[in-house]
């Protein structure tokens, strides 16, 4: 029963014209922790050929790695050991296959970049509200089957909120054709809910309708100094309560953060320098309200009450440009200072004042290190990173990290949060989730995926290990 | 294998005083379709005897059938047929266990009503964004397990979309523990969402981890005249665009409708009698963007363009009521004309004008009916009611009520709709879901059912026929 390694036998019974050469852009993963083995590479064209390829691979019993832009960052979309399997890109799915404005829908295939699905709702006078760094090349099919998050989660959810419906296939070869444009339809088990998230452990999805949102009659973005992470959920609250839930971004930026982008990227223009706690805050505004009255009216609230200290308004599209510009660099900032240990985590709103003191305590205990800590605070979604001491090297940490990793994680379960928030479990959080997820989660999981995929052909050792 | 009675012996298996009479309460349900049978009922107080009363039948053999507040209206927490079930309602876990205002999060055991629960989050200082007619009653597990919509579906989402954890029984009597008050958790499959709209045949919702919403600053409600539904979609994209995604209810209602209220509750105000169409509009507004204001631009725009030809403005809360109490009593109405045969359904939104119009046509062909088509306009979801001609009875109608109810479903099903939007298959529309069920997720649907309850003892009947 167990799987065997793709090869010419199997290359036989494929669809003509689907198999590719094993180049390495199948192969590798953003952080070059896990590199892939070269078995066959195929790329189909349409469901059906993706159904076929994969009713050869159950008879053959030969693993299948979905493979979307690659630009994931747990190791979901590489198999580094085990029999080789076939990768199987969806590449050539790429199409937007239809816009209906009116609806606020568009199905894209599973190979359509994220950046190219914006595109095509930008030019229905629409946006599709879902932004990561890596859109430009994640494409729809990887976002999805990893439930992708970012920076307007706040206001529109993740991936799997934007999903009205999906075409599939299996891990039997049968074609799941749900593409629909619906925002309510109760007929049973939501099948979707489960494969978006499922990191192709349970099937391909190979085309989705999303939704659109419509465009904002005005946008006001504003770079705030705030005390702490407590006046900065402070702020939220208030903002969310003044502009009816329509808080579109609340991103948080560490002094840290700060400094490493001065030291790394000086060009980075920093409208608040040296603040030790900002926000990036962006509302999405109704015609007849105008950005500076709306956020006037907020920051004498805020700044009466002691939750903004300082602050910074966009006066044009380039000025709120530059603010983004700030965010955005971030993480390159961090890759260039190298990172000992780095954090995806969540935690309910009230826990991370506390987490960030706790924590940064409790590393300091264990030696010298800064953490830049980062991210969605508006959705609880903390990057927690540590870096070397200044003067250090990373490679001075090596024997530290796996301590503080599992330090760090632990100390997020204790408090009611998540190790991986929104960056998914794939290979690098399968002990993880071994070891913290609930039991009976973790049953009802084994269970599902021993039902829908028995043969264990449908992306293996991602998510459950 | 099969399941038996539930009887004394299982009786004395359960927890001290979890026995309740089996009074009707706990058979009927809101249409007099189905009746339960008297098998025995339990009331548990706590998960742990939620759970052992599961595994107490599971090990005799014998069905649970979930209980919330019984307001369904598809026959899912009612078994008429096979041996007696044990009857497992949690009024008895009716707690709000807790609020975090400053989270936007409450958790609410599953006997809480729905209405107990929008009480917790006013005192609060929040709402928790959903509404439907019965939520008096309804109670939150049910809720849940139903997947409800209601009227604020189109801005803060259905019950899936409102709900960030659970804690459940399993069919095996385990206990998911995951009450996470998390926006992002990227940890492995999301049995959440396999539970909601599970309707109690996977396991037993016994309390969630719920979203709240901030109270927006202003509320503008206006009753307006269109010219027809495709007028009202254009309507809503026009709203949509002009005030960034925030409109909160877009409800259509009938001239027939009109009619049928003037007829049966002519106390009812009708600020617009004798309009065609019209819509009941409800926006949540920023501070600083007064109702008067918002919706002046707004009416300017629409009749400018024919979308509108009359309008009442809300000047008050009261005002905004009366329209409310006008929408709200639009089943009473039909329930007083007294239904051929009702439909809850919807539609990809672009399709909807050319359904109403052709299922129109369509059972004007079959004979002389009366429409009065009415809902949640801005969701797809329409409640298409079919009743008889003036002067003539329901009764009439006995044997045509068959043909109508399968020539509307197979409408909407060609047109890439669904038979049910938001109530639910239950027993009702069981066959239904065999018959147009994608056959893909059907087959799905039953190995994850066999998977997760391989002795049918959860909710038999219902969802999978």
């Not at 290359?11 to 066959?40: H, I, K, S, T, W």
């Not at 296959?97 to 190219?116: H, I, K, N, Q, Y």
């Not at 990290?401 to 949060?417: C, I, L, S």
Request: net charge negative; hydrophobic share 45%; aromatic share 4%.
């Amino acid at each position: 029963m167990s799987l065997v390694a793709a090869d010419e036998r199997l290359a036989a019974c494929l669809p003509a014209g689907v198999l590719r050469p094993p180049e390495d852009r199948y192969l590798d993963e953003p952080r070059g922790r896990y590199r892939g083995q070269a078995g066959l590479v195929a790329a189909p064209r349409s469901v059906d050929e993706v159904a076929a390829i994969v009713r050869a691979c159950a008879a053959a019993r030969v693993a299948i790695v979905p493979r979307g832009g690659g630009t994931g960052l747990v190791g979901g979309s590489v198999m580094p050991a085990g029999p080789a399997p076939l990768v199987l890109s969806l590449e050539r799915m790429a199409a937007v296959r239809a816009v209906w404005p009116e609806e606020d829908v568009l199905v894209a295939e599973a190979g359509c970049t994220l950046a190219a699905a914006q595109d095509a709702a930008q030019q229905a006078g629409r946006m599709f509200p879902l932004s990561i760094a890596s859109q430009g090349t994640a494409q729809i099919g990887g976002v999805l089957a990893a439930n992708a998050g970012g920076t307007a989660v706040l206001r529109w959810g993740n991936a799997r909120a934007l999903c009205l419906g999906i075409e599939a296939v299996l891990p039997d070869g049968s074609i799941l054709r749900e593409l629909r444009r619906l925002r309510k339809d109760n007929t049973g088990y939501s099948l979707r809910d489960l494969l978006i998230g499922g990191e192709g452990t349970l099937g391909i999805i190979t085309a989705a309708s999303l939704r659109m949102a419509p465009l904002p009659a005005g946008i006001a973005t504003a770079m705030l100094a705030v005390p702490g992470p407590a006046e900065a959920l402070a702020l939220l609250a208030l903002a969310q309560g003044r502009f009816a839930g329509c808080v579109t971004t609340f991103e948080l930026i560490s002094g840290v953060g700060l400094d490493f982008l001065a030291e790394t990227l000086p060009a980075i223009r920093q409208p608040l320098p040296g603040a030790p706690w900002s926000v990036l805050l962006e509302l999405s505004l109704p015609e007849g309200l105008g950005p500076d009255e709306a956020l006037t009216g907020l920051l004498e609230q805020a700044m009466g009450t002691g939750l903004v200290t300082d602050g910074a308004v966009a006066q044009s599209g380039a000025q709120a440009g530059e603010f983004w510009s700030l965010r955005e660099h971030l993480p390159e900032a961090n890759r260039r200072i190298g990172v000992v240990s780095s954090h995806d985590i969540s935690l309910p709103l009230s826990e991370i004042p506390r987490f960030i003191e706790d924590a940064g305590a409790m590393l300091a205990g264990m030696g010298d290190m800064r953490v830049n800590c980062f991210g969605h605070l508006g959705d609880g979604n903390l990057h927690y990173n540590v870096f070397p001491a200044a003067g250090r090297r990373r490679e001075d940490y090596d024997a530290l990290r796996p301590r503080v990793q599992e330090a760090v994680h632990q100390m997020v379960v204790d408090r009611g949060g998540s190790f991986s928030a929104e960056h998914g479990v794939g290979r690098l959080k399968a002990a993880d989730l071994a070891r913290w997820g609930d039991p009976a989660r973790l049953a009802a999981m084994r269970a599902i995926k021993a039902a829908l995929d028995p043969s264990g052909i449908m992306n293996p050792g991602a998510v459950l290990a």
